[in-house]
C-alpha cells in the first residue's frame, strides 16, 4: 500500500493517477471530506486526515509500506511534515517519498530552501528510508493567470529572468518510480523541465499556441506580493515566494536537471506542449 498525502494537488493528483496505472495500491489522502468520492472513484481507497490531527494521520499510514508527503507552501509546512513523518514511523512505513523544492539544503540561502532543509534533516534523522523531490517553479502556475492571458492579453512576469519550468506531473512520475522502484532510497532528486524560458518567451509561446498578441509586463516586487496576498497566500510566505524570485534575474533558477529523463527514460515535458494543452484555458 502507498499512502499519498495531498492527494488532489498538483502534484498528487497525477501521482495517483500514475501509480494506480502501474497496479500499485494506493491510499489517497485529503483534507476536505467533500473530495473523498471524486477520489475512490479513480480506484483508489481513500480518507481525510488534516496535517494537524496526528491521530488520523497515523490511520492514514496504517498497513502502507510507502507514503508521499506534500504539503501546500504555508507557514506551518514544517509542523505538518514532521507530524506526518512522526505518523509514519509509527505506523510502520518504510519509506518517504518527499516533496520539497530544489536548491533545498542546509546551505540554501532563501527562506523556501531552509524551510524544506529542515524537514529534509529531520526526515533523514527519522531513521526512515527516504527520497527527496525537489522541483522547481511549476508549469501549472500559468494556470493562476489563465483568466488575465484570455481576458487581458497580457502575461505577468513575477521572476524577471529565465525558469527551468517543470509539468507537475513530471513531478509525480519521478515521485512514482521512486516509490515503487528499487535504488531510490537516499537520492536526491532536482527536477527541472527540459529548457529556460524568460517571461518574453513565455508571451511569444502563449501567442501563438492562442493567436493572439500576449504582451510580457513585468510585474514589481510589490505588487507581486500584494497579489499573492490578496490571492489568500500568508504574508510570511508570500515575502519567502518573491524572495525566491529574485534569484531568477541572475540566472540561478536556469540550470537544467536531467533527472525526469534519467529515471523515467524518456525526456520531460515542454512547456510549448503544456500550453497547447491547456489552450482553452489561454483563450475567452
Ligand atoms: N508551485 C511551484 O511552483 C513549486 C515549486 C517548487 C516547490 N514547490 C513546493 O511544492 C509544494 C506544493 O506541492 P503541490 O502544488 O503538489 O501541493 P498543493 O497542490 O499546493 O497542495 C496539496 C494538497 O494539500 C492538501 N491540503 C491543504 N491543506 C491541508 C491540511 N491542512 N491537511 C491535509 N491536507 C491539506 C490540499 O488538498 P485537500 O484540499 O484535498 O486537502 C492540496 O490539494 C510546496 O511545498 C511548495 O513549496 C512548489
Known amino acids: ?29 485529503t ?45 506551518d509546512m514544517r509542523r505538518w511534515k514532521a507530524n506526518a513523518i512522526e505518523a509514519a514511523k509509527a505506523a510502520g512505513v518504510r519509506h518517504v517519498v518527499l516533496a520539497t523544492g530544489l536548491g533545498a539544503s542546509p546551505k540554501a540561502k532563501v527562506t523556501f530552501g531552509k524551510w524544506h532543509s529542515e524537514t529534509q534533516e529531520l526526515l533523514k534523522e527519522s531513521g526512515l528510508d527516504w527520497t527527496f523531490v525537489q522541483p522547481t517553479y511549476f508549469m501549472q502556475n500559468l494556470l493562476w493567470q489563465a483568466d488575465t492571458i484570455a481576458r487581458d492579453g497580457v502575461y505577468y512576469d513575477d521572476l524577471g529572468g529565465p525558469v527551468a519550468w517543470i509539468d507537475a506531473r513530471d513531478i509525480a512520475d519521478v515521485a512514482a518510480e521512486a516509490l515503487t522502484g528499487a535504488g531510490h532510497e537516499g537520492k536526491t532528486y532536482g527536477l527541472t523541465g527540459p529548457e529556460a524560458l524568460t517571461g518574453e518567451d513565455i508571451a511569444a509561446i502563449l501567442s501563438e499556441v492562442t493567436g493572439r498578441a500576449i504582451t510580457c509586463v513585468p510585474l514589481s516586487v510589490e505588487d507581486s506580493k500584494a497579489a499573492m496576498i490578496a490571492a489568500g497566500m500568508q504574508q510570511e510566505v508570500a515575502a519567502a515566494m518573491v524572495e525566491l524570485a529574485s534569484i531568477a534575474p541572475k540566472g540561478y533558477l536556469a540550470g537544467i536537471e536531467t533527472t525526469v529523463s ?19 484555458a489561454f483563450v475567452q
Open 1 to 29: 500500500m502507498i499512502t499519498v498525502f495531498g492527494a488532489t494537488g498538483n502534484t498528487g493528483s497525477p501521482l495517483v493517477d500514475t501509480l494506480l496505472a502501474k497496479g500499485a495500491a494506493v491510499r489517497a489522502v
Open 262 to 280: 534519467d529515471v523515467l527514460g524518456r525526456p520531460a515535458r515542454r512547456l510549448r506542449d503544456f500550453i497547447v494543452e491547456n489552450r482553452d
Open 31 to 75: 483534507s476536505d471530506p467533500a473530495k473523498v468520492e471524486n477520489l475512490k472513484a479513480k480506484g483508489c481507497e481513500a480518507v481525510t486526515a488534516n496535517f494537524t490531527d496526528p491521530a488520523a494521520l497515523e490511520r492514514a499510514c496504517a498497513g502502507a509500506e510507502r507514503i508521499y508527503l506534500v504539503t501546500p507552501a504555508h507557514l
